[in-house]
């Protein structure tokens, strides 16, 4: 019995989430009453309110789910945090993705990418997302530094969602998309694990820059007021400019003896 009702249950929420997201479809986030669902949906108002706390809760079903923080600490011994997401990521790309209709899925992001109410609730659901992150990693690098780990790795997860979503809103065949997701996933990563720098400069990862080279003037000790000297000797820079100066105060001594 207790099997039966569970179903039931069940049967009930899929069933106000396909009226709702039918009814946003057709006329908008904004447009559409808790009521209208619910009558559509031929249950009692409180009745959806049982199954979906808010309207948004209809529309943003599985928006922030994703487990980030169990990733990271349910990952194999020796694999850092990026790469155990890195590893989740790839498998996302180009695994299976069964059952999915593509039409129904971009009349959903069509539905949220409209909505400023919506786009504000999904923000505030992944911030959550983001801050359980930050508090696994936070039992290995400290707060602050888990902080900025989580807020660096969150952004650019959402970028690589947000961006494949609205390549399907655009009309990108689901395997086209899929295909550049992968690609953008090794570009997300590679930017989390070797910083911006390298990739602004030429493209290469950070451990395959070479060296640079050193700077053959010394820099050792404060230099003078002039910036010309410092405690350990000349400096290269200047040191010509210094030299022309003294030969023409010198020269200026010698024209005044002489007219005296």
Do not use: C
């Not at 997860?157 to 992968?182: H, Y």
């Amino acid at each position: 019995m207790a099997g039966l009702r569970e179903r039931k249950k069940e049967q009930t929420r899929q069933r106000l989430a396909a009226t709702a997201w039918r009814l946003f479809a057709e006329r908008g986030f904004e447009a559409v009453t808790v009521s209208e669902i619910a009558e559509a949906a031929e249950v009692a108002k409180a009745t959806l309110f049982s199954y979906f706390p808010t309207k948004e809760s209809l529309a943003l079903q599985g928006v922030g789910d994703e487990d980030l923080a169990g990733i990271v600490a349910g990952r194999p011994a020796g694999t850092s945090p990026l790469d155990a997401l890195r590893t989740h990521y790839r498998a996302f790309a180009v695994g299976p993705m069964t059952g999915i209709d593509t039409e129904v899925l971009v009349s959903r992001v069509r539905v949220i990418f409209d909505s400023p109410a919506l786009s504000s609730a999904a923000h505030a659901l992944l911030y959550q997302q983001r801050q359980k992150l930050a508090e696994v990693l936070a039992a290995e690098h400290g707060e602050t530094a888990a902080a900025l780990m989580a807020a660096q790795i969150s952004a650019s997860l959402v970028t690589l969602q947000e961006t494949f979503f609205r390549r399907l809103a655009a009309g990108a065949a689901l395997e086209d998309a899929r295909r550049r997701l992968a690609e953008d996933v090794e570009l997300a990563f590679g930017l989390l694990a070797h910083g911006l720098d390298p990739f602004a400069s030429g493209g290469r990862p950070a451990r395959d820059e070479p060296a640079p080279a050193e700077d053959p003037t010394p820099t050792g000790g404060p230099t003078t007021t002039d910036g010309l000297t410092t405690t350990d000797g000349p400096r290269t820079t200047g040191h010509h400019d210094r030299t022309d100066r003294n030969k023409h105060r010198n020269k200026h001594r010698n024209e005044h003896r002489n007219e005296q």
